[in-house]
């Protein structure tokens, strides 16, 4: 199953390398997410959900006409919502996060947005060749499920969001992405999973 994963997650990767107007690379991208939505831990329906949220950040912040939209991001997962970028002002930040809170669906705010400004074109093509590195080495190692893992890099820190099978395979994540050219730090906002409780054996054993 984790072959299956690998392949449709490197169809999608593909997809997004054609036009974007040409109608097959539409349908191949269309087609691909949805696969791959299928075999995360939070599935279709969870993915969508995310996606909504996500939108309806995005447009709260447009509608604010703040310039919120030039200088952060928003990733959500299983509605935890995590901003990332640098602003000019602390109320700038402050209204990003209030501005989060009132989309419906999301059950808590992750706010790594600094006080400050980008780092211009350079630092985000570093961060850009960071994410995608990180990427395809969690894809083709079989002792991650990467199709659970969203990864995002901004000014060399890089935050991973997504579930973890458990403590060992979020390390090793961890550890790849540690090792990486230009990354400062690593910050996991990765739920692992809770095993079942073993269950007790007749007469109190």
Same mark, same amino acid.
């Given at each position: ?26 349908a ?14 939070? %599935? +279709?329906?969870?993915? #969508?959900? &995310? !996606?909504? =949220?996500?939108? @309806? ?9 703040s ?52 780092? %211009? +074109?350079?630092?985000? #093509?570093? &961060? !850009?060749? =960071?994410?995608? @590195? ?10 991650v ?56 054996? #007749?007469?109190g054993?």
């Amino acid at each position: 199953m984790i072959r299956q994963i690998r392949v449709l997650v490197f169809t999608l990767l593909a997809a997004t390398h054609l036009g974007a107007c040409e109608p097959v690379s539409m349908a191949i991208g269309a087609g691909a997410a949805t696969g791959v939505a299928a075999y995360q831990e939070r %599935g +279709i329906e969870g993915v #969508a959900s &995310d !996606t909504r =949220i996500k939108l @309806e950040i995005l447009k709260n912040w447009f509608d604010a006409n703040s310039g919120l939209n030039k200088n952060a991001s928003v990733e959500v997962y299983e509605g935890r919502a995590l901003l990332t970028g640098a602003m000019p002002t602390e109320v700038l930040r402050a209204d990003a996060v209030k501005l989060a809170w009132k989309v419906e669906g999301v059950v808590d705010v992750l706010n790594e947005i600094t006080i400050g400004t980008s780092g %211009g +074109i350079g630092e985000l #093509a570093r &961060d !850009t060749a =960071i994410t995608a @590195e990180l990427k395809a080495k969690l894809t083709f190692d079989d002792k991650v499920l990467a199709v659970n893992y969203t990864v995002i890099t901004t000014a060399g820190t890089v935050h991973l969001m997504g579930i973890a099978q458990d403590k060992a395979e979020l390390d090793r994540v961890i550890l790849r992405a540690r090792d990486i050219s230009y990354v400062k730090r690593v910050l996991s906002h990765v739920r692992v999973k809770i095993k079942d409780a073993p269950k007790q054996k #007749a007469n109190g054993q």
